[in-house]
């Protein structure tokens, strides 16, 4: 039986059900149930009773808002949490998107959102049966920071909830312009002075939801993992690195991440003009005459002009919710004392060329490693030779971004004296392989979530073999377990040894494989042209690599 089920309790819970009463915080009137729909549950949480779907081995709660919806004078405003309601209310149906640009379609990302609206501040509860204590999973969609929702089909979390014991959340935050725009104005109405991080705020809102609500469906609010991928994966390391995350969760996952540079509130830092100076460019770009004006005008329209115009989403330094740069917040133990398990993907860049710039012959590659490399050119060429510059290219980008931000996150929490857990996903299938896309970006999730054969077109279709059930089953389990007591582990797998001085990692090809000396040589160059970058201050980090590098800053003592 789901959670809140038998006694008086379940019967007058079932009685509201009959009654129907709307919930008096809802935005539209509750419907009346279907008597011809599957089974449904109810759980009475602090917010309030709420009506889910039984399915198979789970319950799933949908659509539960977390925040009253971001629009009028809550558009660009820290999220206001839903007053807990009377009656029950209804949760089969999942919310809205936030919006967003469509995909493209062709991509192997193009995904088609039933719905789409600012009211879009829900999550998602996926509860197995006879749930007690369980580990709670939250999970945090990627897309850049400008698409994603927490109720995409690669997201489902019912086989996971169901196979492994953990409760599995899913949320929704604010996107593009309408989650991380600063204005000076926008300071001005802040108490704190401050602007911009509010899809930030929202993910720490929603974490909040968890932490005063999971009980009622059977989870620990004390045994929380939040995870995610790309920008999700980001927003982990974000939410590792603010203040005001801490305490909200006790473990965390982060699959292909990047701590790339960010810009402050106001001066400006590594190459970044300040963020209220791009908020008053925006404001400009929609040719609005206000503030006032901007707040006015219609969501679709300015997600539109920011995609017309360059605007690109990030974390604000505001010294309230992010203090300082990410990796500079790890050196001063400054960030959340929590183990980690983090990883990253063999072919990252091939599905997303986009991120490359032309690929020159061999012998203008070797010329623009070796003058902008200086005594690292020799070091660089070993390991990204020319004699292949478009292979060297890809695996510059990848280790750049996300292989030195997956391993520096390991690093950072062993130093701190936290079990970490480091990976390298090297898989392919047929479908994936005629597309050039061997193991790429995101590929891992649905080994994670269980939903590897139920994705739909045009992402690259796994043979249902005997051999991907099994990969997926063992990182599944993997993943549980590490959300669970905080050791990776599956059944009939090889153990997965922590993160050390060798560099200790575990690889996914056709099957599990611990592999010690897991890149570390390329890591340790990463973080010396990072660390020098950090330290001359005055250029972007992220993108500036490879045959596109400006020439290195002399070494100094703090990054020998």
């Known amino acids: 039986m789901p959670p809140g089920f038998g006694g008086p309790l379940a019967a007058s819970l079932l009685a509201a059900v009959l009654l129907w009463q709307a919930g008096c915080a809802a935005n539209d009137a509750a419907q009346a149930p279907d008597t011809d729909a599957q089974l449904v549950a109810v759980t009475n949480a602090p917010v309030g009773a709420m009506q889910g779907e039984m399915e198979e081995g789970v319950t799933v709660y949908r659509g539960v808002p977390f925040a009253l919806a971001p629009v009028g004078e809550r558009r660009w405003a820290p999220p206001e949490p839903v007053p807990d309601w009377d009656g029950v209310r209804q949760a089969t149906a999942f919310g809205p998107a936030c919006p967003q ?30 749930a007690e204590d369980a580990p709670v999973f939250v999970w945090v969609h990627g897309g850049s920071l400008v698409t994603g929702t927490g109720s995409q089909e690669m997201y489902d979390g019912a086989k996971l909830a169901r196979e492994t014991g953990l409760i599995v959340v899913t949320i929704n935050y604010r996107l593009g312009v309408l989650g991380y725009l600063a204005h000076p104005e926008l300071s001005d109405e802040s108490p704190q002075g401050i ?10 809102a929603a974490l909040k939801w968890v932490e005063r609500n999971i009980e009622a469906f059977g989870g ?4 929380v993992t939040v995870a995610g991928e790309s920008a999700g994966a980001l927003s982990v390391v974000l939410l590792m690195v603010s203040p005001e995350a801490r305490g909200l969760f006790d ?23 300040s963020a209220e100076q791009a908020g008053v460019a925006f404001q400009e770009k929609a040719k609005a005459a206000s503030f006032a004006e901007l707040r006015e005008m219609d969501a679709d329209d300015l997600v539109s002009i920011a995609g017309r115009n360059g605007f690109v989403p990030f974390g604000v330094i505001d010294d309230v919710w992010l203090t300082d740069q990410m990796p500079a917040t790890f050196d001063k133990g400054e960030q959340a004392k929590v183990p980690v398990l983090a990883g ?52 510059t980008t990848r280790d750049a971004m996300y292989g030195w931000t997956a391993e520096r996150l390991a690093a950072s929490q062993t130093a701190a004296g936290l079990p970490s857990y480091f990976y390298f996903f090297d898989h392919t299938y047929p479908a994936a392989e005629k597309l050039g896309l061997r193991a790429f ?35 599944m389990h993997y993943w549980a377990s590490f959300a669970r007591d905080g050791m990776p582990s599956a059944e ?40 020098r970058r950090r330290a001359a201050g005055d250029v972007q980090w992220n993108w500036n690599v490879g045959i596109i590098s400006p020439p290195l800053p002399p070494e100094t003592a703090s990054c020998e």
Request: aromatic residues 10%; negative net charge; glycine residues 8%.
């Open 344 to 395: 990253f993907n063999e072919g990252e860049i091939r599905s997303l060329r986009f991120l490359l710039p032309p690929v020159p012959g061999s012998e203008t590659y070797e010329k623009a490693i070796r003058s902008s490399h200086g005594e690292l050119s020799d070091r660089f060429l070993e390991i990204y030779p020319s004699d292949n510059p478009e292979a060297s290219m890809l695996a």
């Open 492 to 531: 009939g797998a090889p153990d997965w040894p922590t993160y050390g001085e060798d560099a200790t990692g575990m690889v996914f090809a056709a099957e599990p494989k611990a592999w010690p000396w897991l890149s570390r040589e390329r890591f340790a160059m990463h973080e010396s042209i990072i660390c």
């Open 220 to 223: 620990n609010p004390d045994n």
């Open 195 to 204: 602007s911009g991080n509010y899809g930030l705020k929202d993910q720490v």
């Open 101 to 130: 640009p469509p995909s493209r379609p062709g991509s192997i990302y193009h995904w088609e959102l039933p719905s789409v609206n600012e009211d879009c501040l829900s999550l998602n509860v996926w509860v197995p049966d006879g």
């Open 441 to 475: 970006h995101a590929m891992e999730i649905p080994y994670v979530f269980g939903t590897l054969f139920d994705i739909s077109d045009p992402w690259p279709q796994a043979p249902r073999s005997k051999g991907e059930r099994a990969l997926m089953d063992a990182i």
């Open 251 to 273: 473990k965390a996952i982060a699959q292909s991440a990047y701590m790339v540079s960010m810009a402050p509130l106001r001066g400006t830092a590594n190459g970044h003009p």
